[in-house]
């Protein structure tokens, strides 16, 4: 029976560790921090699972992956027996009157990174303060991404612990 060692327990080494374990392989994992993952970058991370958000960096194969990775993670969720929130709400990029052009710019990076017109609504100022109430009378402009989502960040890294 083969035996994994797995160094580093951020959120890559915890899910590598988990998935192993899930097969039935035996896996230590080794973590030079605190079992919490304080010192892990998940820790800190807004755990956003918005990769056509990421549009003006990201290439389309990454943009592809990000997307795939959504289902993943609400599998993965299902399968951890500590409770960790997920939401799929969608994510919201909001311009003020004066970045307007930056807006349309955005707009170009999505096209390029294969994120189809469906997969986006735009937002003016009054649907944005119904939305997001919060926000309201502040943006002029925004760009609704309904696909995307967010974890806790910190509740994955301790429910993995747990697993
Ligand atoms: C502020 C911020 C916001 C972010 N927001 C998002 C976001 O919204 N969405 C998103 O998808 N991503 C986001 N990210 C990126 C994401 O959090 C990271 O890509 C991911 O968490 C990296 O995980 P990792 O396990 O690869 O690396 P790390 O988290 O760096 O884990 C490495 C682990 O190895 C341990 N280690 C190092 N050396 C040793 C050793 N010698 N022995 C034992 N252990 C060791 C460290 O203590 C650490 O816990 C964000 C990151 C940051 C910093």
New binding site residues.
Partial sequence: MSKVAV?????????MAFQLAEQGISVEL????ERN?A????????????PSAEAVEATPEVIRL?KQSIALWRAIVCRLNTPVMMQENGSLIVWHTQDKPLSAEFARHLKRGGVAEHETIRWNADEIAANEPQLAGRFSDGLYLPTEG?LD?RQVLNALADA
């Fill in positions: 160094l580093g327990g951020g959120l890559s080494g915890r899910l080794f973590e030079k921090g993952g010192q892990a970058a998940a820790y800190v991370a807004a755990a956003m699972l918005a990000g967010q960040g």
